[in-house]
């Protein structure tokens, strides 16, 4: 297993990988949505949106050029560090196909070409969230260990459960001049029959590409998130969307404080299930407490997750995939985020060691060289 760090597209830039490189990742995950789009928000942290979600997304008609992804790609490596993943595409690039509306099959053909560019460029994984809500309903407060800054849900409320605008989907803007009115509620059926039907369009494309794509858990997991229905909110539900395409190419991305966020089911065994099963190209591990609709997130060393447990775990089932912090709470000095982040790479850094010895970087260096 390797130690990662996530960058958000604004942080694509020498000082992120130097930071990241510092803090021990041998690879990064990067998001290419700039969800801050068109938003004074530019925090180093995650984007917490209200009602009217982040910001805009992005150009319909650019989609990831292949050029681009190789520039990218070498920026990274040649700080010595190797790009392992792209985190979710831009709902400007597929609103119709969450939506099963009539520029789908354009959109499809655009993912297609997307995930045929990532494989040309040498990128082996496209993480992504098939979700209308997406990541949404959550706030913030101090409420972490010496009162820092974190990410919590306290109940439901119209953050949880209010509909969602026309023209948003994912917490995005697509249309700007979208009429005024709700989005319409769909059944889980409806939902799943859309992910059925995405999952066999662009598997076959996956696998010829040399990409995996890794579908994140609902967070928060809840049946319904601003009315709309949600897909992995309990570990079992991972089943069914791998044998909704059964391929190597179709897997997931195991969000573990996500997991340990959920009503059902066991943090450890679930890791165990599909790590044996080789269904996990790369983890998330950050650690909560409390389960939803009530939880909070914590330190990295101070939640529900026995963080030196899943590593063993891990090892134990031959993990050989990526394992980033996605997010920490934020420290009471000049620099929060770096703060919070390097806390939480320190920790997960020596917690692998500590498994499976000193040389956890040895496999990657090589790769990127």
Avoid at 27 to 35: A, E, I, R, W
């Amino acid at each position: 297993m390797r130690l990662g760090f996530g960058l958000y597209r604004h942080m694509l830039d020498q000082a992120h990988y130097e930071f990241a490189a510092q803090c021990g990742a041998s690879d990064v995950v990067v998001h290419l949505v700039d969800y801050f789009n068109r938003i004074n928000q530019r925090s180093s942290d995650q984007p917490i949106g209200g009602l009217d979600g982040w910001g805009e997304a992005g150009d319909p008609d650019r989609i990831w050029e292949v050029a681009d992804l190789v520039r990218l790609r070498r920026e990274i490596e040649s700080q010595g560090l190797r790009w392992y993943a792209i985190e979710n595409f831009d709902p400007a690039h597929w609103h119709d196909i969450l939506l099963d509306g009539p520029k789908r099959a354009h959109q499809i053909e655009q993912v297609k070409r997307m995930i045929r560019h990532v494989g040309e460029a040498g990128i082996p994984v496209i993480g992504y969230n098939f979700s209308l809500a997406g990541v949404a309903g959550r706030k913030t407060g101090k409420v972490a260990r010496g009162n820092a800054e974190c990410v919590l849900m306290d109940g439901i409320d119209e953050l949880n459960s209010a509909p969602i605008k026309q023209g948003m989907v994912w917490n995005m803007t697509y249309d700007t001049r979208a009429a005024p009115g709700v989005m319409p509620s769909i059944s889980h059926e409806q939902l799943w029959d859309r992910l059925q039907r995405f999952l066999r369009e662009v598997v076959p494309v996956a696998e010829q590409a040399g990409v995996r794509l890794a579908a994140h858990p609902d967070d928060p997991p809840l049946e319904f998130v601003r009315q709309q229905p949600r897909l992995v909110h309990q570990p079992h539900l991972y089943h069914r969307l791998l044998a909704a395409c059964p391929s190597h190419a179709n897997g997931i991305e195991l969000c573990l404080g996500t997991v340990a966020e959920m009503t059902t089911g066991d943090v450890y065994d679930t890791a165990r299930t599909y790590v044996q099963g080789r269904h996990v190209p790369y983890i998330h591990l950050r650690n909560v407490r409390g389960k939803a609709p009530h939880y909070q997130e914590t330190f990295i060393d101070d939640g529900d997750i026995d963080i030196h447990r899943v590593i063993r775990v891990l090892h134990e089932e031959g993990f050989d995939g990526v394992i980033i912090p996605d997010h920490a709470p934020q420290m009471s000095c000049a620099a929060p985020w770096y703060a919070g982040m390097a806390f939480a790479m320190g920790y997960l850094r020596a917690a692998i060691q500590s498994t499976t010895g000193p040389n956890l970087n040895l496999a990657a260096s090589r790769t990127a060289s």
